[in-house]
């Protein structure tokens, strides 16, 4: 991903992440009737990275290392996993399954409407890099 200018590393990176997103939408909608079922989200990606490889322009990531007084009141260590608990709630069950079927369908409309700009974003800087090598920006 690094000999790739630094705009298709982010289309790429995005549509990797959105691609992951609509896995995890399935999942919730598969579940949505398993008791007790939490449902889940994708975490958005770091773009900071892409700026670090682009020349040295860095953004500081915050860097959480837990105290033994933390661990005791029951803090846990952030996975590296890019799947997280749904934060976007809006109700729960009683047998503990929180997963909304209108929640998931309109995240997935969002899921395939992102997907949709980025893919035009590549067809138009396709465009722009055709037409600056000369060879025609016709598409």
């Known amino acids: 991903m690094s000999d790739m200018p630094t705009i298709f590393s982010a289309i790429q990176m995005r549509m990797q992440n959105l691609s992951q997103r609509q ?3 399935a999942q919730n909608l598969a579940n949505s009737e398993t008791p ?3 449902s889940r989200d994708v975490a958005e990606p770091n773009f900071g990275d892409l700026l670090q490889g682009a020349g040295g322009i860095g953004i500081a990531k915050p860097r959480v290392e837990l105290t033994g007084s933390m661990q005791r009141l029951g803090a846990v260590q952030p996975s590296a996993s ?4 749904d934060k976007d709630v809006t109700e729960t069950k009683p047998d503990g399954n929180n997963v909304t079927l209108e929640d998931q369908l309109l995240k997935m409309g969002k899921v395939q409407a992102d997907f949709s700009a980025m893919t035009n ?3 138009k800087q396709m465009v722009l890099l055709k037409t600056a090598l000369g060879k025609g920006g016709n598409g």
């Open 23 to 25: 896995q995890v939408i």
């Open 36 to 38: 007790g079922y939490k």
């Open 82 to 85: 890019s799947t997280i608990l």
């Open 121 to 123: 974003i590549y067809r």
